[in-house]
Nanobody
Framework: EVQLVESGGGLVQAGGSLRLSCATSGFTFEHYAIGWFRQAPGKEREGVSCIKISDGTQYSKDSVKGRFTISSDNNKKTVYLQMNSLKPEDTAVYYC??????????????????????WGQGIQVTVSA
């Protein structure tokens, strides 16, 4: 059974940090891209950061570059999103997702994840002003 389980969310003040974890199981980790997506109330889902496990190719949206870092621990089959200098506009439900045999990590992430096959349940991140 494919599983993606997010953890590490919560409430933080602006300027603070959180580290999200996406623990995966039930599939061959190296065959996938793993992405972090978020959806704020009333807004469309957007790709935040994505990584192709086999070669480390990454994409991050412009508004998080320099603040968020995506990384993977292939031994633990876990992907992390280190979020620093958080802003109130980062408030959203964050999801991790898996895309089997990704052909274009940038396009898949930037488009909000329509090619992603498996999704976690989501975790709330709230940044107070």
């Amino acid at each position: 059974e494919v599983q993606l389980v997010e953890s590490g969310g919560g409430l933080v003040q602006a300027g603070g940090s959180l580290r999200l974890s996406c623990a995966t199981s039930g599939f061959t980790f190296e065959h996938y891209a793993i992405g972090w997506f978020r959806q704020a109330p009333g807004k469309e889902r957007e790709g935040v950061s994505c990584i192709k496990i086999s070669d480390g190719t990454q994409y991050s949206k412009d508004s998080v570059k320099g603040r968020f870092t995506i990384s993977s621990d292939n031994n633990k089959k876990t992907v992390y999103l280190q979020m620093n200098s958080l802003k109130p506009e980062d408030t959203a439900v964050y999801y991790c997702a898996a895309d089997l045999w990704p052909t274009d990590v940038v396009r898949g992430c930037r488009s909000g994840g329509p090619f992603y096959d498996h999704w976690g349940q989501g975790i709330q991140v709230t940044v107070s002003a």
